[in-house]
Nanobody
Framework: QVQLVETGGGLVQPGGSLRLSCAAS????????MGWYRQAPGKQREVVAE???????NYKDSVKGRFTISRDSAKNTVHLQMNSLKPEDTAVYYC???????????????WGQGTQVTVSS
């Protein structure tokens, strides 16, 4: 079993910054990709940013140039640096990890518990 622990959400004024972190721990695994999704009230969950094991990144168009995803492979941790935040970025942000479980010998996806990000004056 793998556990994901997210930190870093909160309330920030428009134009401000926040940094989200997600750490994976548990049984033996090999991470393929890590990412961040978000879900605003009344809307579907959407991908915000992803990073592969090779370091390739992909961003939602509306966050390009403002958000940066990075990973610390040694610590099985992914970060999302969010700058120039806008009210429309308000949502619950979820960490997503796609990995190969070396104990159960299968590929699977885990989700974090979610962390609230509120951008408001």
């Amino acid at each position: 079993q793998v556990q994901l622990v997210e930190t870093g959400g909160g309330l920030v004024q428009p134009g401000g910054s926040l940094r989200l972190s997600c750490a994976a721990s548990g049984s033996r695994f090999s991470i393929n990709a890590m990412g961040w999704y978000r879900q605003a009230p009344g809307k579907q969950r959407e991908v915000v940013a992803e990073i592969t094991i090779g370091g390739s990144t992909n961003y939602k168009d509306s966050v390009k140039g403002r958000f940066t995803i990075s990973r610390d492979s040694a610590k099985n941790t992914v970060h999302l640096q969010m700058n120039s935040l806008k009210p429309e970025d308000t949502a619950v942000y979820y960490c997503n990890v796609n990995l190969f479980d070396l104990v159960q010998f299968l590929r699977t996806t885990y989700w974090g518990q979610g962390t609230q990000v509120t951008v408001s004056s």
